[in-house]
């Protein structure tokens, strides 16, 4: 019984090997380039003779051996081990991505709902847009600080160095604003 099981696969292993020696099939006008330019590299054919039986010029033989050539040499570049990653495989693994994240982000949404409630905190409010007046509420741009401060140490500068008729500069500097934490340029006016 092992001895029929053995010939068997040997059958079908000569069977497997015999098909690996046949030349892959493309289309008859593809075939027959692939074998003028064969004929060719092995000393077989002139260019001249192949571009003839080809019937395309000289020069246009050359680009298609060319082409030959790089797909040949394309074709024996080391291939990477595993799944050759498709831009379908890729788009969706990133879909998969966005779906475990999307999860991931309720899960942790959920967590802290219970850790409020369970502190005894209030939710944060939602603010809803109200859609029916078709307004665009306009959120007011943050005036930043250091813009705020060079714009008053450019002016306490300009203060400074000009000077009034009489030839004494105006009193200027920094001061504070009552309150605010911030220093503003004052100028004292004689």
Do not use: F
């Amino acid at each position: 019984m092992k001895r029929a099981a053995t010939q068997d696969s040997n059958r079908k292993s000569s069977k497997s090997s015999a098909d690996r020696g046949r030349t892959p099939l493309g289309s008859r006008d593809a075939n027959r380039v692939a074998a003028a330019i064969l004929e060719v590299l092995a000393g077989v054919r002139t260019p001249t003779d192949a571009a003839q039986a080809l019937v395309v010029s000289v020069p246009r033989y050359y680009q298609l051996e060319q082409r030959a050539l790089e797909g040949l040499i394309a074709a024996c570049e080391p291939r990477r081990l595993g799944r050759v990653q498709t831009s379908e495989s890729r788009v969706s693994a990133l879909e998969r991505e966005v779906q475990r994240w999307q999860q991931e982000s309720a899960r942790q949404q959920a967590l802290v709902r219970a850790a409020q409630r369970t502190i005894g905190l209030a939710a944060p409010s939602v603010r809803v847009a109200d859609k029916t007046s078709g307004k665009k509420n306009r959120q007011r741009r943050p005036t930043v600080r250091a813009l705020r401060a060079a714009k008053v140490l450019r002016a306490a500068v300009d203060s400074a160095s000009s000077v009034n008729s009489s030839g004494v500069a105006p009193t200027s500097g920094l001061q504070p604003v009552a309150g605010s934490g911030r220093m503003e340029a004052a100028a004292v006016h004689g």
